[in-house]
């Protein structure tokens, strides 16, 4: 008979979020597959599991997930984990279950911390229905083209962002969603946990006053309002009302949406002198 693969959600901070049922399966297991060994093997040795470790990430996927699909077949049990929280969820591991769905070998997952779902219970927003997109595009034109995709969404939208992008990505998520209710969940579980709410540009302001920003963010965007008209993008003056709102000199704020929108500077300063 084959092994099982345990899906196995780890502390996203806080090491008492461990699960009673994760411990004894980490430690009953014969192998865990993690993304960075030194990084498991701390909270492996905090709970004194002794199981042996092999590294599994977004690197050597495809070599790795066929030998692990093997040692299933032979009949040893393997639990995947990542850094931090729930395998698979912005992190490495589909190859690897849908490799050893294909061969027949059992797949269970441990439940347990997640960032989207632990900052969605906390944030004030719309629970019920709620979409996650994982990390946002490195690129200031490609994440707005993601939030103008996103911006007519009837549940909650839920990215998460690298502490040396969030400012500007906060900038671009003003431009295209305005006032409209968000919340960055910072640090979720551990000692400087904090959740921010307010508008992007009311966020940002926040953080960009702090000497520097760090931690792991969670950015939560409301539901679109019933009554918002679908596929409007927001007026060239308004954008560059919002930068200038975020402390963009005018005529930086003017060049870049002139840029992003393909529009002559002199068109954009006019649509902005003559908004009252």
């Known amino acids: 008979m084959p092994g099982t693969l345990y899906i196995v959600a780890t502390p996203i901070g806080n090491l008492e979020d461990i699960t009673l049922r994760a411990v004894r399966v980490l430690r009953e297991a014969g192998l865990i597959a993690c993304e960075d060994t030194r990084h498991t093997r701390k909270l492996l040795d905090h709970f004194a599991i002794a199981t042996p470790v092999v590294s599994y990430h977004e690197h050597n996927e495809a070599q790795r997930s066929a030998e692990l699909v093997e ?17 698979l969820v912005s992190d490495p591991g589909h190859r690897l279950v849908a490799a050893a769905i294909g061969a027949g070998v059992p797949v269970v997952p441990i439940p347990g ?25 490195p690129k200031s034109t490609q994440r707005r083209k993601v939030f103008e995709e996103r911006k007519h969404e009837d549940c909650t939208v839920i990215f998460y962002e690298a502490p040396h ?33 307010g508008s992007a540009a009311e966020i940002r302001k926040q953080l960009a ?68």
Not at 75 to 81: F, K, N, Q, T
């Open 209 to 276: 006053a702090r000497p520097s920003v760090k931690g792991e963010f969670t950015l939560l965007i409301a539901p679109a309002d019933p009554g918002e008209s679908q596929g409007e993008p927001t007026p060239p003056e308004d954008a560059v009302r919002a930068l200038e709102q975020q402390g963009m000199p005018r005529m930086d704020a003017i060049k870049q949406v002139a840029r992003e929108r393909g529009l002559g500077k002199r068109e954009v300063y006019r649509l902005v002198a003559e908004q009252p």
């Open 71 to 87: 040692r299933l077949k032979g009949g040893e049990s393997i639990a995947l984990v990542s850094d931090a929280g729930t395998p």
């Open 113 to 137: 911390a997640s960032a989207a779902v632990g900052s969605l219970s906390a944030s004030g927003l719309a629970a019920d229905q709620f979409r996650f997109c994982g990390f946002l595009p």
């Open 165 to 197: 992008r969030i400012l500007v990505t906060l900038a671009d998520a003003a431009e295209v969603f305005g006032s409209r209710r968000m919340v960055v969940a910072r640090e979720l579980t551990k000692i400087h946990e904090e959740l921010l709410r």
